[in-house]
């Protein structure tokens, strides 16, 4: 099929897609305010790269990753940051706590059946599993600084930000402190979740999450990842079970990685809020027409990324309008490819339940 047939036939399943799936509450609930969204962005990039959905069967498999483990290995197209060796405080390694604490997590899984998979640096190249974690742990030089963040990849999709929000709402209930707004463009860009530049990444259809457990550089910190490595476990293992009570393999359309709408602040600006809540602290405000990237949406509320600033917050969809040109917003690429089209019923997609966080 020529590019441009693509595009047309990408434009008229996100048009579909957008009615089908992005706002099937809010067309219910009659709620206003819902920027336009016109036709998607299916980029050259995202034409040309078109991997078969293939169905995973077998358990519940988990790919867990020690940061850094084996990256003297990365092959060519990586060996640039086969030196990427991790955090280090003396002697402490960031490596060997994450090893501790994937072994540690991987014990727990196993023993419950689980097919866990301990994946090195060297991503093995479109690697499928129900789940993947990624495991770090931070160096700063500020000694006060301290916590644990996560996040999914940039084009996450929608089991990908289920399973952020699972680990966000386990990691919350651990009482550990929360590095806010410490999520930087490399664990969201990390080379692992790079499928559209490299060889050796996941697949597209790999629900994942970068984590980082804490800071080397704070003692409390430093302390209990050195001495604690199962409490970390317990944390992650209650995330994981937390997303695998949503999670279905059988609605496949939530594999799919979703293009951010490229949105704007509407023609009264919009405020910057902590949490997708009216009563949360405004951290700041936008001008009118000032372009805002989304990284994911709860309900009528969109998280967005600000790189300047280097933070991530929320935005009500009423305080928002569609920018000038394509703001996509789901773009099943994945039914472009008529291998995959057979898989992806378009009349049973489904979003999937938000994961309960427990209090
Ligand atoms: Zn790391």
Redesign the pocket.
């Known amino acids: 099929m020529p590019r441009s047939a693509l595009v047309v036939a990408a434009s008229a399943l996100a048009a579909a897609a957008i009615l089908l799936v992005a706002f099937p509450a809010a067309r219910r609930n009659g709620e206003a305010g819902l920027p336009s969204l016109g036709p998607v962005d299916a980029s050259p990039a995202w034409a040309g790269f078109t991997p078969a959905f293939e169905p995973l069967e077998g358990p519940i498999r988990i790919g867990l990753q020690p ?2 483990w084996k990256i003297e290995e990365l092959p060519d197209e990586l060996a640039r940051l086969r030196t990427s060796t ?2 280090a405080w003396g002697r402490l390694r ?1 490596l060997d706590l994450n090893l501790a604490v994937v072994r540690a997590l991987a014990a727990r899984l196993e023993k419950r059946g689980y097919a866990v998979d301990i994946v090195p640096a060297t991503v093995p190249p479109g690697y499928r599993a129900d789940l993947f974690i990624s495991v ?2 931070d160096r700063s030089d500020l000694p006060l600084r301290s916590g644990w963040k996560l996040a999914p990849p940039w084009r996450a999709s929608p089991w990908s930000v289920a399973l952020a929000g699972a680990l966000t709402g386990a990691f919350a209930s651990s009482g550990l402190p929360h590095d806010a707004f410490g999520v930087t463009d490399n664990m969201r860009g990390y080379f692992g979740f790079s499928w559209r530049r490299y060889e050796h990444a996941l697949s597209p259809y790999t629900p994942a999450v970068l984590v980082e457990l804490g800071f080397l550089g704070n003692a409390a910190d430093r302390e209990r990842l050195r001495d604690r490595p199962d409490f970390y476990a317990g944390i992650l293992e209650k995330g994981i079970d937390a997303y695998l009570e949503t999670y279905d393999r059988g609605i496949r359309s939530a594999y799919v990685p979703t293009n951010p709408p490229r949105l704007v602040a509407g023609p009264s600006g919009a405020r910057l809020r902590s949490s997708p809540d009216r009563v949360s602290a405004i951290l700041d405000e936008l001008v009118p027409g000032q372009p805002v990237t989304v990284l994911s949406r709860r309900g009528v509320w969109y998280e967005a990324w600000f790189p300047e600033a280097r933070m991530s917050a929320w935005l009500p969809a009423s305080e928002l309008a569609g920018a000038p040109g394509p703001a996509p917003d789901w773009t099943f690429v994945i039914r472009m490819n008529e291998r995959a089209a057979a898989s992806v019923d378009g009349a049973s997609i489904k979003v999937p339940a938000p994961p309960r966080v427990r209090p």
């Open positions: 940061g850094h991790g955090a960031e770090h742990a």
